[in-house]
């Protein structure tokens, strides 16, 4: 370690610098540290040399952990057999009440006539309740008011990938005639209502063909008690 | 279509999604039992602690509150419990291991120098360092994490962090000018 060469850092500076470099040859620095080493190294051959010792020693290190043991195979059924074993955690059991209750109200909403309900976006609402496994507030106190993912949200917005409709609900339509024609397709509401009650509807994977498009579409446009418009989506 | 991010993985094990716990265990399960086999030194223990480990990621995941990374999160229950498993065993047991790693004193650095290219000489004094050197060398190299990872998972301040490394490395440079390496530093 030197700190005498001409325009070099002072001693605290290059000490510092020394220190940053493990975390500088890992590319774990912050973009600001990484800055600051990088612009030191320009000027201080005596911190490039020990750089490369760095990597050395990095290269090193990383050998001899790639040449330790693995877990045994079958280590994650012993673990899943132990889960088994004991009782489910108060958040488990949350999670499955609330699991339960999603499918009750699908099935009492679903056996209502289509007078009772009367609108198909209530009907189309609670199917991407259901699939997107959201709802608040019926085990864990609160309001008793559903929590819809909105358009735009973070899950809606990039949490999915593939090939989209846009389709629109009859108004006679109900919860289980839409999940039954989603499922014989494949198909998940990712967001909605738009204007117009048009919800954004997950079709396939990206890049599917134009003609599967077409026959997806068309499987759509055949239901006309449950869809009343469908059109490809961006 | 859920994405695959650990916090994501972390959010569905909270509400009892085994595939999720699957997914995560095989992004982590070598870097985690490589950690705790560093510390207890015996596949069948490490094997055991894993399983420890993934427990309760699976009872805690619903407590997980992403301060930090999970992989983070994990490999601090990891170094917990495997340190716990050594202090168990004796401190007597680690020393004797140490020792039986340092160079051999018997060689000179000039056989010594032979017998070991670079390379091999810089991993044969890596693995000569003490427990605590090792175990920052291998999270700063192996394991990639930041200063403030490590600070987290070893608990000590950011600051200890940079001054441990820096003497795990003038150690290790110590170790190799022993064995007849000389690079320059510092």
């Known amino acids: 370690m030197t700190n005498e060469t001409p325009g070099s850092p002072d001693f605290d500076e290059r000490r510092a610098l020394s220190e940053l470099l493990p975390w500088y040859a890992a590319g774990t620095l912050s973009p600001q540290e990484t800055a600051r080493v990088a612009a030191a190294l320009k000027v201080d051959p005596t911190l490039a040399e020990e750089l490369d010792i760095v990597r050395e020693d990095q290269a090193a290190s990383i050998v001899l952990a790639e040449a330790m043991a693995v877990p045994p195979a079958g280590t994650i059924d012993r673990i899943l057999a132990r889960i088994d074993a004991e009782p489910l955690t108060s958040a488990h059991r949350v999670a499955k009440v609330k699991a339960g209750l999603v499918d009750w109200i699908v099935e009492r909403f679903a056996a209502f006539q289509p007078r009772t309900l009367a609108y198909a976006g209530v009907a189309a609402a609670l199917v991407l309740v259901a699939q997107a496994g959201i709802i608040a507030s019926f085990v864990t106190g609160g309001s008793s008011t559903f929590q819809t993912a909105s358009y735009g949200t973070a899950q809606t917005a990039t949490g999915f990938e593939g090939t989209f409709a846009l389709v629109g609900f009859a108004p006679t339509a109900n919860a289980q005639d839409i999940s039954a024609l989603l499922q014989a397709n494949g198909a998940t509401i990712v967001d909605g209502p738009r204007a117009g009650g048009l919800y954004r509807v997950r079709i396939g994977a990206r890049g599917l063909s134009q003609p599967e498009i077409d026959r997806i579409l068309g499987q759509f446009r055949t239901q006309t008690g449950v869809v009343r418009f469908v059109g490809p989506s961006n | ?186």
């Open chain 2, 1 to 186: 279509m859920p994405s695959d991010s650990d916090d994501d993985l972390i959010s569905r094990i909270a509400k009892g999604d085994r595939l999720a716990f699957k997914v995560l265990f095989a992004r982590h399960q070598v870097r985690v039992f490589r950690f705790i086999l560093r510390f207890v030194r015996d596949e069948g223990a490490a094997e055991d602690l894993i399983g420890e480990v993934f427990l309760d990621v699976w009872r805690q995941a619903d407590r997980f509150e992403g301060r930090s990374s999970v992989s983070t999160w994990i490999l601090g229950m990891a170094r917990f419990k495997a340190l716990s498993q050594v202090r168990k065993r004796g401190e007597s047991e680690l020393d004797e291991e140490a020792a039986n790693a340092l160079p051999d004193e018997a060689d000179t650095p000039e056989t010594v120098a032979q017998k070991v290219d670079k390379a091999a000489a810089i991993r044969r004094c890596i693995e000569a360092l003490s427990v605590e050197h090792r175990e920052i060398v291998d999270l700063v190299y192996y394991q990639e994490k930041s200063i403030s990872e490590v600070a987290e998972i070893i608990g000590i301040p950011e600051n200890t962090v940079k001054t441990r490394m820096f003497y795990a490395r003038k150690r290790l440079q110590d170790l190799m000018t022993e064995a007849g390496v000389d690079r320059g530093w510092p």
